[in-house]
């Protein structure tokens, strides 16, 4: 019996929420989003969400915030361990679970103008390898490289490097107190309010502190400045993939300030590159505005992968 004749439950654990669903490999349906915090493991999670809405699914497909190089699944943000064949129990035939940036990169060929806000403009749209990264509680990246299919690291994790003596400061400054500063401690939620307080010696306590109020002058300024690391990193994602057919932005603080985004430095530092700047003009830069995009890519993985071959 193909896949595509049974329904899967699609979910998108991520450090802070989880998005839940039910794919019959035609639509979306049961989408629930739920905070983490109320339960102590995706297996409890996942559990309750079948409880709750009382539909049997055949299969489960998995999108996680954290490496998936085994059968045991170690969350890096958020202290969940949990495996395949516990997944399993939960009464499915077939599992797969595969990094949440992994699954987003299944929808990236298949994303439109109904699902993506451009940040400046471009003078070359073509078909090709398409790059994806998105700050959130961590920083996630992934790639799909035309006519292969995906490409999933941990990008987020690479050193990051200042362009100029204030970036060179800043930089300094969080190394003291991490070690390393990887885009992550910058490029996320948490690295957000570190960024701020890097620069204003103030210590706030949400993201939001800064992202809704943009009226003070010190949380436009640490804004500018994100937008300025986060256009230095997903230049660089772009150079690296060889992404002609764009770089997307995904992850749950973008998709809030898109107007400060679209009026700040960063599509003019995404192509400052010097010599390699009309190479980067030819570009586009994407914000990824469908609100489930992890799911998405998980059904394009069902339709793409699970209706010709046997989950493993």
């Given at each position: 019996?193909?896949p595509?004749?049974?329904?899967?439950?699609?979910a998108?654990?991520?450090?802070?929420?989880?998005?839940?669903a039910?794919?019959?490999?035609?639509?979306?349906?049961?989408?629930?989003?739920?905070?983490?915090?109320?339960?102590?493991?995706?297996?409890?999670?996942?559990?309750?969400?079948?409880?709750q809405?009382?539909?049997?699914?055949?299969?489960?497909?998995?999108?996680?915030?954290?490496?998936?190089e085994?059968?045991?699944?170690?969350?890096i943000?958020?202290?969940?361990?949990?495996?395949?064949?516990?997944?399993?129990?939960?009464?499915?035939?077939?599992?797969?679970?595969?990094?949440?940036?992994?699954?987003?990169?299944?929808?990236?060929?298949?994303?439109?103008?109904?699902?993506?806000?451009?940040?400046?403009?471009?003078?070359?749209?073509r078909?090709?390898?398409?790059?994806?990264?998105?700050?959130?509680?961590?920083?996630?990246?992934?790639?799909?490289?035309?006519g292969?299919?995906p490409?999933?690291?941990?990008?987020?994790?690479?050193?990051?490097?200042?362009?100029?003596?204030?970036?060179?400061?800043?930089?300094?400054?969080?190394?003291?107190?991490?070690?390393?500063?990887?885009?992550?401690?910058?490029?996320?939620?948490p690295?957000?309010?570190?960024?701020?307080?890097?620069?204003?010696?103030?210590?706030?306590?949400?993201?939001?502190d800064?992202?809704?109020?943009?009226?003070i002058?010190?949380?436009?300024?640490?804004?500018?400045?994100?937008?300025?690391f986060?256009?230095?990193?997903?230049?660089?994602?772009?150079?690296?993939?060889?992404?002609?057919?764009?770089?997307?932005i995904?992850?749950g603080?973008?998709?809030?300030?898109?107007?400060?985004?679209?009026?700040?430095?960063?599509?003019?530092?995404?192509?400052d590159k010097?010599?390699?700047?009309?190479?980067?003009?030819?570009i586009?830069?994407?914000?990824?505005?469908?609100?489930?995009?992890?799911?998405?890519?998980?059904?394009?993985?069902?339709?793409?992968?699970?209706n010709?071959?046997?989950l493993?």
């Amino acid at each position: 019996m193909s896949p595509l004749n049974n329904r899967w439950l699609i979910a998108d654990i991520g450090a802070t929420t989880s998005r839940c669903a039910i794919y019959d490999g035609n639509n979306v349906q049961q989408l629930q989003i739920i905070n983490n915090n109320g339960y102590k493991g995706a297996i409890e999670l996942l559990d309750q969400y079948i409880s709750q809405i009382n539909i049997n699914a055949d299969g489960c497909a998995l999108a996680i915030a954290a490496p998936v190089e085994s059968e045991e699944i170690q969350m890096i943000n958020r202290d969940w361990r949990f495996s395949r064949q516990k997944i399993a129990n939960l009464g499915f035939r077939q599992v797969k679970i595969l990094n949440d940036f992994h699954a987003i990169s299944y929808a990236l060929p298949h994303f439109d103008d109904s699902a993506r806000i451009e940040v400046g403009t471009a003078n070359k749209y073509r078909s090709g390898n398409t790059a994806v990264l998105g700050p959130g509680s961590g920083l996630g990246m992934a790639a799909w490289i035309h006519g292969s299919g995906p490409m999933c690291g941990e990008g987020g994790h690479i050193t990051l490097s200042g362009r100029n003596e204030t970036e060179d400061i800043i930089i300094a400054i969080l190394r003291k107190y991490y070690g390393h500063c990887s885009a992550e401690r910058i490029l996320s939620g948490p690295g957000l309010l570190a960024l701020h307080e890097a620069m204003h010696k103030e210590r706030l306590t949400a993201p939001e502190d800064i992202t809704g109020n943009m009226k003070i002058q010190a949380n436009r300024e640490t804004m500018d400045q994100w937008f300025k690391f986060l256009a230095t990193v997903a230049a660089e994602l772009a150079l690296i993939t060889g992404a002609l057919g764009g770089v997307y932005i995904a992850g749950g603080i973008v998709p809030a300030v898109i107007k400060q985004i679209k009026n700040s430095e960063f599509r003019s530092r995404f192509e400052d590159k010097n010599r390699y700047g009309g190479y980067m003009q030819g570009i586009p830069t994407w914000i990824i505005t469908d609100p489930v995009p992890g799911l998405t890519g998980l059904t394009y993985l069902i339709d793409q992968k699970l209706n010709s071959e046997a989950l493993n």
